[in-house]
């Protein structure tokens, strides 16, 4: 079993930062991809960022330019940079590992945007 646990979300104003976490334990993979997606009220759950395990990443068109994803290897610990935050980034981020074979996901940490 993998357990994904998240932090580091919170009340946050409209142009401010935040920086999420997310520590993997647990019979990991030998090779996956570690990312983030949302989910805001109404909305699917959508790919915010992933991080490959050649260290390659992919980010929403949405969130260019302003969040960046990194990975500790030694921690399997996965981070979400988050600055120039807008209200419509208000959502639940749902912290995801994939391979193969398996999927798993965490439970989620509220990131709300708001004056």
């Known amino acids: 079993q993998v357990q994904l646990v998240e932090s580091g979300g919170g009340l946050v104003q409209p142009g401010g930062s935040l920086r999420l976490s997310c520590a993997a334990a647990?019979?990991?993979?030998?090779?996956?991809?570690m990312g983030w997606y949302r989910q805001a009220p109404g909305n699917e759950r959508e790919l915010v960022a992933r991080?490959?395990?050649?260290?390659?990443?992919n980010l929403a068109d949405s969130v260019k330019g302003r969040f960046t994803i990194s990975r500790d290897r030694a921690k399997n610990t996965v981070y979400l940079q988050m600055k120039s935050l807008k209200p419509e980034d208000t959502a639940v981020y749902y912290c995801h590992i994939g391979s193969l074979s398996s999927t798993y996901w965490g439970r989620g940490t509220q990131v709300t945007v708001s004056a």
């Open positions: 991080i490959f395990s050649d260290g390659s990443t």
């Open positions: 647990g019979s990991l993979p030998s090779i996956y991809t």
